[in-house]
């Protein structure tokens, strides 16, 4: 069975810098997807960004990049230019391309933006 | 992405009693997701919902316990029975994006059970 580790319980960042969330999974497949969901207080789970792991490229959505590290099996979130509304939990998540869809979420990581 | 409402969005509940709770998508999906999030936890997934079949459960969830109803495309409930305080969590449907390797939540149900 696939695990998602993320080892970092919190996180803080002061407005317009720049953190780096970590995540690290295990699994025997070779075609998988991984994703960073973000989960305000509002507790609504908002995809922040995706990776297929047959793409060596790393995933941006504007401020926000992955650092997919495949042989290490690794999967970080780089924010830039921290914003206050990037408060939040944040979920690392896995999904087996060949799968009915299970997501496999990660611990979480709760994010505190500092003005 | 679909938009997907749930209702009710929280609910105060005795133990022993039931509740279910709608999922409701703007658009057809084959597939619907039920998880469950405990206070302070990450996501598990309960079952996967396909529209004319039973309802896939993952290890730890019972039928008996969670029973799901998928009558059309684009709605799908969850029971949640006999309820304890264990029961407690934030309940959330999801479905896959077009992609078919995303997948979207609803608003989250957050259920406490007295």
């Known amino acids: 069975a696939q695990t998602v580790t993320q080892s970092q319980p919190e996180m803080s960042v002061q407005e317009a810098e720049t953190v780096t969330l970590s995540c690290t999974y295990d699994?025997?497949?070779?075609?998988?997807?991984l994703f960073w969901y973000k989960q305000p207080p509002s507790r609504q789970m908002i995809l922040v960004i995706r990776?297929?792991?047959?793409?060596?490229q790393n995933a941006t959505e504007n401020r926000f990049s992955v650092n997919f590290q495949k042989a290490a099996k690794s999967f970080s979130l780089k924010i830039s230019d921290s914003q206050l509304g990037d408060a939040a939990m944040y979920f690392c998540?896995?999904?087996?391309?060949?799968?009915?869809?299970?997501?496999?979420f990660g611990q979480g990581t709760i994010l505190t933006v500092h003005p | 992405s679909a938009v997907i409402s749930q209702k009710p969005s929280r609910d105060i509940c005795q133990r022993g009693t039931s509740l279910t709770i709608q999922c409701q998508v703007d658009s057809q999906v084959t597939m619907m997701f039920w998880y469950r999030q405990q206070p302070g936890q990450s996501l598990t997934l309960i079952a996967t919902?396909?529209?004319?079949?039973?309802?896939?459960?993952e290890s730890g969830f019972v039928i008996d316990k969670f029973p799901i109803s998928r009558p059309n495309l684009t709605f799908s409930t969850l029971t949640v029975s006999n309820m304890s305080p264990e029961d407690s969590s934030i309940y959330l449907c999801?479905?896959?994006?077009?992609?078919?390797?995303?997948?979207?939540f609803g608003p989250g149900t957050r259920l406490t059970v007295l």
């Open positions: 919902a396909n529209q004319g079949s039973e309802a896939t459960y």
């Open positions: 998540a896995y999904r087996s391309a060949g799968s009915y869809g299970k997501l496999t």
């Open positions: 699994t025997s497949e070779s075609d998988y997807y």
């Open positions: 999801s479905v896959e994006g077009f992609s078919g390797s995303e997948q979207f």
């Open positions: 990776q297929e792991a047959y793409k060596q």
